[in-house]
């Protein structure tokens, strides 16, 4: 039981390139989300998928799209990559929505340049 | 807008005592607190949670107060061990809604 995984752990990218984060859960949560975490900042929602086939944006969802492949996986886009986007990125899912206990994958650290 | 503020960024406490973590929240829809516990290079982990239907809330040396009418929680650690010292970020949500909103964090380090 993996819980979250989340690929790659890092990645350095060049302005204006593109490149998809990748997250999965063993869990059978039908809640999933991704989150950037910055200095200062917390954790701020980008996108969320509340149950499959859904997604909603969060808090900082510009620059960003996002897909339910299917229960199991949530994937990151970013298509044209700036460096206002260097930041952690985790991805965390939930059985219910909302106040639910949410648990998050290891992260993935990305750089633009 | 800061909906859920963690006032102090860190904090440093001897170990054997106790640390308060404080967290102010301004939306009064919210109704269900958690505390999050973040390792370096790791994802955050659950600590522990309270429903607006109580005010405390106890798991083992961690317990979580809940003012309403303060719209204030704090975190109690009690004694404060080495194995403590991480980042600590306070998260609030209301029922019904299908997101949680995270504070900014307060570290802490709880010196051997």
């Known amino acids: 039981n993996a819980g979250v995984t989340q690929t790659p752990k890092f990645q350095v990218l060049k302005t204006g390139q593109s490149m998809t984060l990748q997250c999965a859960q063993d869990m059978n949560h039908n809640s999933m989300y991704w989150y950037r975490q910055d200095p200062g900042m917390g954790l701020r929602l980008i996108y969320y998928?509340?149950?499959?086939?859904?997604?909603d944006k969060g808090e900082v969802p510009n620059g960003y799209n996002v897909s339910r492949l299917n229960k199991r996986e949530f994937s990151l886009r970013l298509e044209s990559a700036a460096p206002s986007q260097t930041s952690v990125y985790f991805c965390?899912?939930?059985?219910?929505?909302?106040?639910?206990?949410?648990?998050f994958g290891p992260g993935t650290r990305l750089t633009v340049l | 807008d800061q909906q859920v503020k963690q006032n102090s960024p860190s904090l440093s406490v001897q170990e054997g005592r106790i640390s308060i973590l404080n967290c102010d929240y301004t939306?009064?829809?919210?109704?269900?607190f958690l505390w999050y516990k973040k390792y370096p290079a790791e994802g955050p982990t659950f600590l522990i949670s309270?429903?607006?239907?109580?005010d405390k809330n106890e798991d083992g040396r961690f317990t979580v107060f809940l003012n309403k009418s303060a719209k204030h929680l704090s975190l109690h650690i009690v004694p404060s061990q080495p194995g403590d010292s991480a980042v600590y970020f306070c998260a609030a949500s209301s029922t019904g809604y299908q997101k949680v909103t995270f504070g900014t964090g307060t570290k802490l380090q709880v010196i051997p």
């Open positions: 998928s509340a149950s499959e086939g859904t997604t």
């Open positions: 965390a899912s939930s059985e219910l929505r909302g106040v639910d206990t949410q648990y």
């Open positions: 309270i429903s607006s239907i109580k």
């Open positions: 939306n009064s829809m919210f109704d269900y």
